[in-house]
Structure formats: structure tokens, C-alpha cells
């Protein structure tokens, strides 16, 4: 089970290490570092999606490599059997990203969960929060780089003739159909031939919890047809609500292997 309720986490926050990882969509000018210094869970510490990202690239939050994977995470002071609870204070749920990335450098899924319904949830509970920030003991993170879980570009086109797996866009409909412009310059508005489009906004609740596991069942049945499909890749605009959908896909689906195409329309889109 990939969620974890703030009940439990409250109880625990000694026995995990947990993970803020708020990340905003530009136009919202809002920051999640910032936010992060004003008011976090105790003992949280800051995963930044932007600079922990593949700095070569002008695509965002592409994956960074297994070196540089394993400085990041060593310098949270993380160790590969530890228990991980990510949450977030952010309206495109930007956790699920980071525990994609955890199961893409092969940390057990098992110890890998998102807080439901994040910071929003535990502050209308009135949980404690504070402004400290934890001393990190560097840690020596070891890490493996599942491939199969990411695709490219050149697997994506072809597919569209292969068919080997079936493309769900996390988007907003009206940009899947190509009625708005995207936020983002230079990308023309559209979808990837054959693929389909189940807005991650229809998997959370207005509280920013994830939907029940029957909701969830006839969402993605009235799209696939059958929640039993395992070659499901998750696509999106930058790669972060794609990973909201593959966490919402694998609380259904246990035999799920989370994967995304990792350029998303930032790239696909490139006019």
C-alpha cells in the first residue's frame, strides 16, 4: 500500500524518514522551498524536484543518473532500508513524483509511501508543524536503475504502431484535445497518436486525499475497459502528475510496475 494517513504518520515520526517535496506550477509564483522554511512536518526534509533534476537538458524533472542519484539521496542521509513518507503542499500532488524516483533507482515500493492528502490535510488536523530544520548525517545510498520503468521518445512512436502499451495523459482534457494552448512556450497543443486522457485531478478529492479504490476502479475502467492491464505507461506535461496517476493506478492494480514517459508533452510537444 502506497498511502499512509496522517494518523499513523503523527504517531511515527521518528520511525521513518519523511520527505517534503512541494513543487508549483510556475505561473503560480508560489515556491516550495520557501514554503518548506515557514512550516513543514517534524523531522521533514526538502527534496527540490527542479534541482534535483537532469541539469543537461531544457526538459523539466527529467531523471538524473544512478551517481547522481545516490549523492542527492545520501546527502538527505537516507539508507536503502529505510522506511520513506513523502508528502506535499501542492495543487498537482508533486510527492508522487519523488516516489517514483525512488522506485526508478530501486528503493523497495514497500518502503516508499505518499502521505494522503499531504501538508493540507495535516494542517487542517491540526498537527504540529515547525520551522527546524533537521541536522543530515550523510548517509552511503546504493542504487540500481530499472529502465524498463521510463520510456523515450523513440519508444513512443513506436508504439504507435507496435502497440505494445497503452499511453494514459494525466493532462487536462482541453489540452489533450488540443483546445488551450500549453503553459509551457514552444509546444504546440495536442496528444500522442493513440493515447488516452484521464486528468489526475479526477483521482483527488477537493481535501487533496486520493479517491477510494472502487472511484479509482471506475476511472480507470472506463478507459481501459479492465483494471488488470500491466503495460500502462503514464504520460503528462513534465512528468510530475503522470506519477499521480501511476500511484493512483498501482493502489488498484498491486501487480502494477509504476512507468512514465519521463520527456512528457514538455518534450513530445516541441514545435
Given at each position: 500500500m502506497s498511502l499512509i494517513e496522517t494518523e499513523w504518520l503523527e504517531k511515527n515520526l521518528n520511525n521513518v524518514k519523511i520527505i517534503d517535496c512541494s513543487w508549483h506550477m510556475p505561473h503560480t509564483e508560489r515556491d516550495g522551498y520557501e514554503e518548506y522554511k515557514s512550516q513543514h512536518i517534524p523531522n521533514a526534509i526538502?527534496?527540490?524536484?527542479?534541482?534535483?533534476?537532469?541539469?543537461?537538458?531544457?526538459?523539466?524533472?527529467?531523471?538524473?543518473?544512478?551517481?547522481?542519484?545516490?549523492?542527492?539521496?545520501?546527502?538527505?542521509?537516507?539508507?536503502?532500508?529505510?522506511?520513506?513518507?513523502?508528502y506535499d503542499n501542492s495543487d498537482v500532488i508533486s510527492?508522487?513524483?519523488?516516489?517514483?524516483?525512488?522506485?526508478?533507482?530501486?528503493?523497495?515500493?514497500?518502503l516508499i509511501h505518499i502521505l494522503n492528502g499531504g501538508l493540507n490535510k495535516w494542517l487542517k488536523e491540526k498537527r504540529e508543524?515547525?520551522?527546524?530544520?533537521?541536522?543530515?548525517?550523510?548517509?552511503?545510498?546504493?542504487?540500481?536503475e530499472k529502465k524498463e520503468l521510463v520510456k523515450d521518445k523513440y519508444s513512443i512512436d513506436e508504439n504507435i504502431k507496435l502497440?505494445?502499451?497503452?499511453?494514459?495523459?494525466?493532462?487536462?482534457?482541453?489540452?489533450?484535445?488540443?483546445?488551450v494552448p500549453e503553459p509551457r512556450k514552444g509546444l504546440r497543443s495536442g496528444k500522442i497518436e493513440n493515447s488516452f486522457c484521464?486528468?489526475?485531478?479526477?483521482?483527488?478529492?477537493?481535501?487533496?486525499?486520493?479517491?477510494?479504490k472502487k472511484e479509482l476502479e471506475k476511472i480507470f475502467e472506463s478507459c481501459l475497459g479492465n483494471i488488470n492491464e500491466k503495460n500502462i505507461v503514464f504520460s503528462c506535461g513534465s512528468g510530475v502528475t503522470a506519477c499521480v496517476l501511476a500511484l493512483a493506478y498501482s493502489l488498484i492494480n498491486d501487480k502494477y510496475q509504476p512507468s512514465i514517459y519521463d520527456g512528457s508533452w514538455a518534450e513530445y510537444g516541441i514545435i
Open positions: 526538502f527534496f527540490d524536484l527542479d534541482n534535483n533534476s537532469k541539469k543537461n537538458t531544457n526538459l523539466p524533472h527529467m531523471l538524473v543518473n544512478k551517481s547522481d542519484w545516490e549523492k542527492i539521496v545520501s546527502g538527505m542521509g537516507i539508507n536503502k532500508n529505510d522506511k520513506i513518507v513523502v510527492s508522487c513524483r519523488c516516489w517514483f524516483n525512488f522506485i526508478y533507482f530501486d528503493h523497495d515500493p514497500k508543524i515547525t520551522k527546524d530544520i533537521s541536522h543530515i548525517e550523510n548517509s552511503n545510498y546504493k542504487s540500481f502497440k505494445k502499451f497503452k499511453v494514459i495523459d494525466a493532462r487536462s482534457k482541453d489540452r489533450f484535445l488540443g483546445k484521464i486528468p489526475f485531478s479526477y483521482c483527488i478529492n477537493p481535501d487533496k486525499t486520493f479517491k477510494s
